[in-house]
């Protein structure tokens, strides 16, 4: 385990989760220019440490865990507290989480009872993933530069896209494994959502 820790990838990953709390400090004391700084800086951080995974052959269990959690909590929290500060309307915050909380616990559920191992992502729900990584640094931007027009029609998109696509896949998902649990005899094989 510690020695996974030591590879570059999985190190890139923990400081990604090193970046929340300074986030969350920048965000608070409403030094948006920081905290889009930082979130850009784990975005980069994100990709480097998947690129490095693959050319240095350095893919671990403990890596494929790791970042999906990181991303999440780096997402998760931008969402909760651009909403305590207003930035971010309640109704696309409380959407975000009860998708992901509805698919932790299913998938917590049907694995513990052995009914399901993994169920990979679909494309809706990599695009939900996309709409709200994009819409972040849009809600920042916008509190930047409050004056320019095409930033706040930007976010507005945002906000619309990550509503919509957040139904869009919690629905899908919720199709989709009732079909997967239906034929008979087969589990349902994939990566994490």
């Known amino acids: 385990m510690i020695r996974q820790l030591r590879s570059a990838p999985n190190i890139l990953t923990l400081l990604r989760l090193v970046f929340i709390p300074f986030i969350i400090i920048a965000l608070q004391q409403h030094h948006y220019a920081v905290a889009f700084g930082i979130f850009v800086l784990a ?19 403990l890596g494929q865990l790791l970042d999906p959690i990181a991303d999440k909590l780096l997402l998760s929290t931008m969402f909760l507290v651009l909403s305590l500060t207003h930035k971010i309307p309640w109704v696309v915050t409380v959407l975000v989480f009860s998708r992901d909380i509805m698919i932790l616990i299913v998938c917590t559920l049907l694995y513990a009872t052995g009914a399901m191992k993994v169920f990979s992502p679909s494309w809706f729900g990599k695009a939900n993933t996309v709409s709200q990584i994009a819409t972040i640094p849009v809600v920042l931007l916008h509190e930047i530069f409050p004056a320019q027009h095409w930033v706040a029609l ?11 696509l957040t139904i869009v896949s919690g629905v899908h998902y919720v199709i989709r494994l009732g079909l997967e649990l239906r034929q008979p005899g087969s589990k349902a094989e994939g990566s994490s959502v």
């Open 154 to 164: 930007l976010r507005q998109f945002g906000f619309n896209a990550t509503m919509f």
């Open 43 to 61: 975005g980069v951080s994100d990709g480097l440490d998947g690129l490095l995974a693959r050319v240095m052959k350095q893919k671990t269990a």
